[in-house]
């Protein structure tokens, strides 16, 4: 497959995954709404918010072990791919199956009474719904990590229609359970029992993809698992933080708020965080990309970051323009006019949504050579920090745009860090990243770009 033929379906596959995604989030709450109550819905997202945390966890592990595979399979060296492919499914699956254990240990913990007030019919139904929802996370971090044989043959935008066709398939399977049950259980085991086929299909398309990758090992693992544990650690470290910095305030919000009023800010998030759906596919794409590049990588990897620089501005600002205005609109469609959108609320998200995609291109350069170890563990302590201290206003009284504005310091802490972590990988500085966001460059280079698009669509 050509450079241009691979980057052309890379960027038709995760338009369509934007498509798909606005298609399941402007899908999934009318139709939650629709059936169920606002308390209810509440309690179904603080419920899906652990397995939700852990699934992009999950998805993590095939990060780094796929930049390895990737690395080693270009040079021929097969024995390393293949053990980069087997070390990444070894850290995985290990870190899957005690979430599903943990998420079962804690369902028993919770009694009767308290599993009733949550809407369950009892505790053997929220057991049984906690044992689903961990097979659900196993069965997603399986199929996630198919996408290190399609990265090796070239071949990762198959792995995003994949998903996309998986999405689609869950609204079918959320609308079917919700418009005839009342149970939390029916639906949690509906989503695992899909996510297993799904997991079964996609291992086949990745072996017919990357046969080589599937034979018998003949080298030792040990040294390829403690090669990889850093760099798969802040893979999984990235994700989580992400998680944390969304499901941890939904969580926050519905035990300071109510189930109510958490079903009106995820709402409301879901409408401003529309920007992070393509910051999230230029980020795949920047990051996969890096591993087919050649000589001269340096150089167009700076040219790479002021001309994304400088179209993430340009996008963030246009965003908020139209967002602002147009958000109580789409919020009394997104809840059946059973909630309000908040100015002050869509103004934090977007601070700190900003703030998160102008940090999307530096993030990708060094991830791309696992070099984002440091950029993770601070972005994790700052992120704990920060939603410990929205806490602490939560417990003060605080309101909730003041809670959320904790937002802002902990993506700061991401998106600075790899900014010098990016210009330092390239040997370049502050000084020359201003002069080349304002040059002839980057006009030329955005007109390129628009034209290849263009052309090739």
Same mark, same amino acid.
């Given at each position: 497959?050509?450079?241009?033929?691979?980057?052309?379906?890379?960027?038709?596959?995760?338009?369509?995954?934007?498509?798909?995604?606005?298609?399941?989030?402007?899908?999934?709450?009318?139709? =939650?709404?629709?059936?169920?109550?606002?308390?209810?819905?509440?309690?179904?997202?603080?419920?899906?918010?652990?397995?939700?945390?852990?699934?992009?966890?999950?998805?993590?592990?095939?990060?780094?072990?796929?930049?390895?595979?990737?690395?080693?399979?270009?040079?021929?060296?097969?024995?390393?791919? !293949?053990?980069?492919?087997?070390?990444?499914?070894?850290?995985?699956?290990?870190?899957?199956?005690?979430?599903?254990?943990?998420?079962?240990?804690?369902?028993?913990?919770?009694?009767?009474? =308290?599993?009733?007030?949550?809407?369950?019919?009892?505790?053997?139904?929220?057991?049984?719904?906690?044992?689903?929802?961990?097979?659900?996370? %196993?069965?997603?971090?399986?199929?996630?990590?198919?996408?290190?044989?399609? /990265?090796?043959? $070239?071949?990762?935008?198959?792995?995003?229609?994949?998903? @996309?066709?998986?999405?689609?398939?869950?609204?079918?399977?959320?609308?079917?359970?919700?418009?005839?049950?009342?149970?939390?259980? %029916?639906?949690?085991?509906?989503?695992?029992?899909? !996510?297993?086929?799904?997991?079964?299909?996609?291992?086949?398309?990745?072996? /017919?993809?990357?046969?080589?990758?599937?034979?018998?090992?003949?080298?030792?693992?040990?040294?390829?698992?403690?090669?990889?544990?850093?760099?798969? %650690?802040?893979?999984?470290?990235?994700?989580?933080?992400?998680?944390?910095?969304?499901?941890?305030?939904?969580?926050?919000?519905?035990?300071?708020?109510?189930?109510?009023?958490?079903?009106?800010?995820?709402?409301?998030?879901?409408?401003?965080?529309?920007?992070?759906?393509?910051?999230?596919?230029?980020?795949?794409?920047?990051?996969?990309?890096?591993?087919?590049?050649?000589?001269?990588?340096?150089?167009?990897? /700076?040219?790479?970051?002021?001309?994304?620089?400088?179209?993430?501005?340009?996008?963030?600002?246009?965003?908020?323009?139209?967002?602002?205005?147009?958000?109580?609109?789409?919020?009394?469609?997104?809840?059946?006019?059973?909630?309000?959108?908040?100015?002050?609320?869509?103004?934090?998200?977007?601070? @700190?949504?900003?703030?998160?995609?102008?940090?999307?291109?530096?993030?990708?350069?060094?991830?791309?050579?696992?070099? *984002?170890?440091?950029?993770?563990?601070?972005?994790?302590?700052?992120?704990?920090?920060?939603?410990?201290?929205?806490?602490?206003?939560?417990?003060?009284?605080?309101?909730?745009?003041?809670?959320?504005?904790?937002?802002?310091?902990?993506?700061? &802490?991401?998106?600075?860090?790899? &900014? !010098?972590?990016?210009?330092? *990988?390239?040997?370049?500085?502050?000084?020359?990243?201003?002069?080349?966001?304002?040059?002839?460059?980057?006009?030329?280079?955005?007109?390129?770009?628009?034209?290849?698009?263009? *052309?090739? $669509?």
């Amino acid at each position: 497959m050509t450079a241009h033929r691979r980057l052309l379906q890379a960027i038709l596959s995760y338009l369509l995954g934007i498509a798909v995604r606005i298609v399941v989030q402007l899908a999934t709450l009318p139709i =939650l709404f629709a059936y169920w109550s606002a308390t209810r819905v509440g309690t179904w997202m603080v419920i899906f918010a652990l397995p939700a945390y852990f699934v992009v966890a999950g998805q993590a592990f095939s990060g780094a072990g796929g930049t390895a595979a990737l690395a080693a399979a270009r040079e021929e060296r097969w024995d390393e791919a !293949r053990a980069a492919f087997r070390a990444s499914w070894i850290w995985a699956t290990s870190a899957t199956l005690l979430v599903a254990a943990g998420l079962a240990a804690l369902a028993l913990l919770v009694p009767d009474e =308290l599993a009733r007030d949550l809407g369950f019919t009892g505790a053997p139904e929220l057991r049984a719904c906690a044992l689903w929802l961990g097979i659900y996370v %196993l069965a997603v971090c399986q199929s996630s990590l198919m996408l290190v044989p399609l /990265r090796v043959s $070239g071949r990762y935008p198959q792995h995003v229609m994949f998903q @996309s066709v998986a999405s689609l398939a869950e609204i079918a399977v959320l609308a079917a359970c919700v418009t005839t049950s009342q149970s939390f259980g %029916l639906l949690a085991a509906s989503l695992a029992v899909l !996510r297993v086929a799904i997991t079964g299909l996609q291992t086949v398309l990745a072996f /017919r993809a990357s046969p080589a990758l599937f034979a018998p090992g003949r080298i030792a693992l040990r040294t390829t698992l403690r090669q990889l544990v850093r760099p798969s %650690l802040a893979f999984m470290i990235l994700p989580l933080v992400y998680v944390l910095n969304l499901q941890g305030y939904t969580l926050l919000v519905g035990f300071a708020f109510g189930a109510q009023v958490v079903a009106g800010f995820v709402a409301t998030r879901v409408i401003v965080r529309a920007i992070d759906l393509v910051m999230t596919v230029l980020y795949t794409i920047q990051f996969n990309e890096a591993g087919y590049l050649g000589d001269g990588k340096r150089e167009f990897q /700076r040219r790479q970051l002021a001309t994304m620089t400088a179209l993430t501005l340009a996008a963030t600002i246009g965003f908020a323009l139209v967002i602002v205005p147009a958000g109580p609109w789409l919020q009394s469609v997104l809840s059946a006019g059973k909630s309000q959108f908040d100015p002050a609320i869509a103004l934090v998200l977007l601070a @700190s949504g900003s703030i998160r995609a102008l940090g999307t291109t530096p993030q990708a350069i060094v991830a791309a050579d696992n070099g *984002h170890v440091h950029l993770a563990n601070r972005y994790l302590v700052a992120s704990i920090l920060a939603l410990a201290g929205a806490a602490a206003l939560a417990v003060a009284g605080f309101g909730l745009p003041a809670i959320l504005a904790m937002l802002v310091p902990a993506e700061l &802490m991401l998106a600075l860090p790899a &900014m !010098r972590a990016a210009l330092r *990988h390239l040997g370049w500085d502050t000084g020359g990243l201003a002069r080349a966001l304002v040059s002839r460059e980057r006009v030329a280079d955005i007109a390129q770009l628009a034209r290849f698009l263009v *052309h090739r $669509g």
